[in-house]
Nanobody, 127 residues
Framework: QVQLVESGGGLGQAGGSLRLSCAASGRTFSNNAVAWFRRAPRKDGVFVAAISWSGGSSHYADSVRGRFTISRDNAKNTVYLQMNRLKPEDTDVYYC????????????????????WGRGTQVTVSS
């Protein structure tokens, strides 16, 4: 079992930055792909970004590409989402999720490949 806890959400300003963290406990998740979704966990979620277990491959929704960066530090069992050039439409609850098997390249944005989900962290961007 892997427990995921998100942090770093809060109030940001349009054009500003926030950094979300996803810390894993229970067992190492260095072999898991990790993703961020927004709005809701699982099937009602909207894909934001994902990273492979090694960190060598990352994937982004068109709406955040060039503004957000996903990264991971497996030694710290933590994945980060650096959110730059924030927009009011980025306002949402952001969920961290981890897979148990490596997704295919076209599966990273599919909620169904992810097994473990955090409880979410609220991001609010003011204009």
């Amino acid at each position: 079992q892997v427990q995921l806890v998100e942090s770093g959400g809060g109030l940001g300003q349009a054009g500003g930055s926030l950094r979300l963290s996803c810390a894993a406990s229970g067992r190492t998740f260095s072999n898991n792909a990790v993703a961020w979704f927004r709005r809701a966990p699982r099937k009602d979620g909207v894909f934001v970004a994902a990273i492979s277990w090694s960190g060598g491959s990352s994937h982004y929704a068109d709406s955040v590409r060039g503004r957000f960066t996903i990264s991971r530090d497996n030694a710290k069992n933590t994945v980060y989402l650096q959110m730059n050039r924030l927009k009011p439409e980025d306002t949402d609850v952001y969920y961290c999720t981890a897979s148990t098997v490596p997704p295919l390249d076209n599966e990273y944005s599919d909620w169904a490949v992810y097994t473990y989900w955090g409880r979410g962290t609220q991001v609010t961007v003011s204009s």
